[in-house]
């Protein structure tokens, strides 16, 4: 199905504007996503139902670590289809508290020799009440993240506005997922620079999750890097935070990747790069923040760069428990997810594996004995 999906599908819809394609796409996944025999069926081809891949997370369980990345259903339209297609879990947005248009197009650009794209959104979405009110009223049956972020108005804020609206989004959006992802430096809508690389307004911004009833588990999406200082001053920020499980990180902006497309093609698009290039900085955040964390009390979501299993098998190795692509769905088409989950399966027999949690990290022993 994938080779069908790239040699016959993708070169028709790679003609077509990308942005227009993901409307569409959404779309048509909205209205399959509310038909049962549908459903039903691409649950039946698609689905690796197997022990040996669930993933729990205190008392989220995910039945697989192969996820979908937030920015592809940034309104929580598509949540029915994408979890039939194979998915451990979906996580929808960036949603922030009110509405935002985004940035102006084009936004969303494809460089086909490096399987990459550049995406300078600006995170548009419908805002938090009105896609809050639409997940209550979904048919999704299997695991969901929710990822909330600052509204891209343009304008400046200060901390404590920024903090106050991201308090906001997590009430009109309560009860509606499984966890929720703090995007706190989205490269998309100021260069990844954040309020948050103040550790005060960050510790102030968990001062306020604490006071919040019933908050689902939290991880926090941050800037990849390997600063070691940096890391303890966010560790230090959320030491008191016990809703905080982990972290998932955001690929850092700009375009400087070594990639095959011209430069001449790249230097003027607007936006941050992501896919295949990227894969060596993200797996290096990934190996040394968890070195040096206390993996009993986080856990990582991997992602940048996932082509194959064997890229997945990679991420889980070094650290992460789950996974999440976006990049590989463009490039791949829906048959991915099946893929990756049976060829996870082989690498674990391969390595006398009975079970994925035994794997996670047994390439990156600890720095540190917490």
């Avoid at 016959?8 to 996503?33: K, M, N, Q, Y």
């Avoid at 509405?99 to 995170?123: H, M, Q």
């Avoid at 548009?124 to 009105?130: D, I, L, Q, R, S």
């Avoid at 001053?233 to 998932?248: H, S």
Wanted: hydrophobic share 40%; proline share 4%.
């Amino acid at each position: 199905m994938s080779f069908l999906f790239r040699r016959l599908v993708r070169p028709i819809l790679f003609e077509l504007d990308s942005e227009w394609i993901h409307d569409r796409t959404i779309a048509v996944s909205e209205s399959v996503g509310g038909v049962g025999w549908a459903i039903r069926w691409l649950r039946r081809y698609y689905k690796v139902d197997d022990e040996r891949l669930e993933v729990s997370v205190g008392d989220i369980v995910f039945d697989n670590p192969i996820g979908l990345a937030a920015g592809f259903d940034k309104n929580g339209r598509a949540v029915s289809l994408l979890e039939a297609l194979g998915f451990g879990h979906v996580e929808v947005g960036s949603v922030s508290a009110y509405s935002s248009k985004g940035n102006r197009r084009p936004r969303l650009f494809r460089l086909p020799k490096d399987e990459a794209i550049i995406v300078n959104y600006g995170v548009p979405n419908e805002g938090a009440k009105v896609v809050g009110e639409r997940l209550r009223h979904c048919s999704y049956k299997g695991t969901m993240g929710v990822n909330i972020v600052e509204t891209n108005t343009g304008k400046s804020s200060t901390h404590e506005q920024i903090v106050a609206e991201y308090v906001e989004s997590i009430r009109l959006l309560g009860g509606t997922a499984d966890y929720i992802a703090l995007n706190l430096n989205c490269p998309n809508t100021s260069a990844g620079e954040s309020a948050f690389d103040d550790s005060a307004t960050l510790k102030s911004l968990m001062d306020e999750c604490e006071k919040i009833e019933n908050l689902p588990p939290v991880f926090l999406k941050l800037t990849a890097h390997n600063d070691g200082q940096r890391m303890e001053r966010t560790l230090r920020a959320i030491e008191n935070c016990k809703a905080v499980r982990g972290f998932v990180f955001n690929i850092p902006p700009g375009k400087n990747y070594p990639i095959e497309t011209p430069t001449s093609v790249v230097r003027d698009l607007p936006g941050t790069l992501c896919g295949a290039p990227t894969q060596s900085v993200m797996d290096a955040a990934l190996a040394f923040w968890y070195k040096n964390v206390d993996r009993k009390r986080y856990v990582f979501f991997g992602s940048g760069g996932i082509r194959n299993a064997e890229d997945v098998y990679r991420k889980i190795r070094l650290g992460a428990s789950i996974v999440q692509i976006y990049t590989a769905l463009i490039y791949n088409g829906p048959n991915i997810v099946r893929q990756l989950n049976t060829g996870l399966l082989g690498l674990l027999e391969r390595d006398g594996f009975t079970h994925i949690d035994q794997a996670v990290g047994v390439d990156n022993p600890l720095t540190i004995d917490y």
